[in-house]
Antibody
């Protein structure tokens, strides 16, 4: 059974850097999936942050204006998110997810999600 | 960015009702449309991908249709466990990946 588990500080100071890790179990992170981060501000909808493949080549949401870095650690079977220069608007529940592909149709979808971790930006 | 617009934003219905939620894409996305269900305090759960393919384990009362820019999610006979928020998401070969704003389905 594939499982994802987010971890990291729940409180980050303004102008600081948010760092989260997603531990992957039940599947090798080197398999053919995209490993994604999505966030949800309190009471609001879902925002895709970005993703990476096991070999690198990340894709990021331009709305985050170069503040995002997503990386993979194959030795630990985990991937990470770093978001710099945070403000109160970055307060959210952060989810990691696996984006896979139906091999017959070629369509992509996010089929496995972590439970989410709440990050608050406050001094 | 491809904007995804859901309607209605909220909906009240009763157990046993047939419910339809609409999602409109800002440009054509063929059938690259997924639907998710989210309950309070929980992660989203994939219901349907490729506009109409039911994810394994999802009850058959859920169905999806549409292509191009207009899509629908239908629940044929609402059950208590279906009261949740539903999101559409485009998976077209175009970044960033975007979600609709969500439709909150409440008990009448």
């Amino acid at each position: 059974q594939v499982q994802l588990q987010e971890s990291g500080p729940g409180l980050v100071k303004p102008s600081g850097t948010l760092s989260l890790t997603c531990a992957v179990s039940g599947v090798s992170i080197s398999r053919s999936y995209w490993w994604s981060w999505i966030r949800q501000p309190p009471g609001k909808g879902l925002e895709w942050i970005g993703e990476t493949y096991h070999s690198g080549s990340p894709n990021y949401n331009p709305s985050l204006k170069g503040r995002v870095t997503i990386s993979v650690d194959k030795s630990k079977n985990e991937f990470s998110l770093r978001l710099s220069s945070v403000t109160a608007s970055d307060t959210a529940v952060y989810y990691c997810a696996r984006r896979g592909q139906d091999l017959e149709s070629g369509y992509y979808y996010m089929d496995v999600w972590g439970k989410g971790t709440t990050v608050t930006v406050s001094s | 960015d491809i904007q995804m617009t859901q309607s209605p934003s909220s909906l009240s219905a009763s157990v046993g009702d047939r419910v339809t939620i609409t999602c409109r894409a800002g440009q054509t996305i063929s059938s690259y449309l997924n639907w998710y269900q989210q309950k309070p305090g929980k992660a989203p759960k994939l219901l349907i991908y490729a506009a109409s393919t039911l994810q394994s384990g999802v009850p058959s009362r859920f169905s999806g249709s549409g292509s191009g820019t207009d899509f629908t999610l239908t629940i044929s006979s609402l059950q208590t466990e279906d009261f949740a928020t539903y999101y559409c998401q485009q998976s077209y070969n175009n970044f960033p990946i975007t979600f609709g704003q969500g439709t909150r389905l409440e008990i009448k």
